[in-house]
Antibody, heavy 116, light 112 residues
Framework: EVQLVESGGGLVQPGGSLRLSCAGS????????MYWVRQAPGMGLVWVSR????????VYADSVKGRFTISRDNAKNTLYLQMNSLRAEDTAVYYC?????????WGQGTLVTVSS | DIVMTQTPLSLSVTPGQPASISCKSS???????????LYWYLQKPGQSPQLLIY???SRFSGVPDRFSGSGSGTDFTLKISRVEAEDVGVYYC?????????FGGGTKVEIK
């Protein structure tokens, strides 16, 4: 069974940092591109970042470019999102998603709250 | 960026009746490989999104056949032939032809 489990969310002050993790299991993690998508409270889905299967290519939404870094450790079957210089508008549930059929499996999400 | 526009915003449906959601993209989603990269997701209350339909009309594994997708170019439709109580939630279309990936605003489906 394919599973994606996010962790690392929490309350952080504006300007602070947080690292999210997404552990994959039930599939060959290193074969798949991976994505981060976020959802602000009561709002729709917004794509954040994408990484290819070996981690050599990354792309970011303009809103997070230069502040967020996506990476992966295929030996640990884990995807990461390093978030720096956090702003109030980054408050959201962050989902990781597999890129098989583009979002064919999603994690349960982890809540990031940026507030003083 | 490609803009995805969904209508209606919300839908109230009697169980057993059909439902239809429209999604329009600001650019064609037809790729040079012949595939059209339009996806449909359902986010049930309190849950993460789940893939229903990929590449316009292909049902993902385990998705009931009462769900169907159609369309081409820039106009797409998700149809539920007979709505069931478990179909409540917010439906999103998404384009996958270019980055940034963009989603429609969502259509909330409720049961009458």
């Amino acid at each position: 069974e394919v599973q994606l489990v996010e962790s690392g969310g929490g309350l952080v002050q504006p300007g602070g940092s947080l690292r999210l993790s997404c552990a994959g299991s039930g599939f060959t993690f290193s074969n798949y591109w991976m994505y981060w998508v976020r959802q602000a409270p009561g709002m729709g889905l917004v794509w954040v970042s994408r990484i290819n299967s070996d981690g050599s290519s990354t792309v970011y939404a303009d809103s997070v470019k230069g502040r967020f870094t996506i990476s992966r450790d295929n030996a640990k079957n884990t995807l990461y999102l390093q978030m720096n210089s956090l702003r109030a508008e980054d408050t959201a549930v962050y989902y990781c998603a597999r890129g098989g059929r583009l979002g064919d499996y999603w994690g349960q999400g982890t809540l990031v709250t940026v507030s003083s | 960026d490609i803009v995805m526009t969904q209508t209606p915003l919300s839908l109230s449906v009697t169980p057993g009746q059909p439902a239809s959601i429209s999604c329009k993209s600001s650019q064609s989603l037809l790729q040079s490989d012949g595939k059209t990269y339009l996806y449909w997701y359902l986010q049930k209350p309190g849950q993460s999104p789940q893939l229903l339909i990929y590449e316009v009309s292909s049902r993902f594994s385990g998705v009931p056949d009462r769900f169907s997708g159609s369309g081409s170019g820039t106009d797409f439709t998700l149809k539920i032939s007979r709505v069931e109580a478990e179909d409540v939630g917010v439906y999103y279309c998404m384009q996958g032809i270019q980055l940034p990936l963009t989603f429609g605003g969502g259509t909330k489906v409720e049961i009458k």
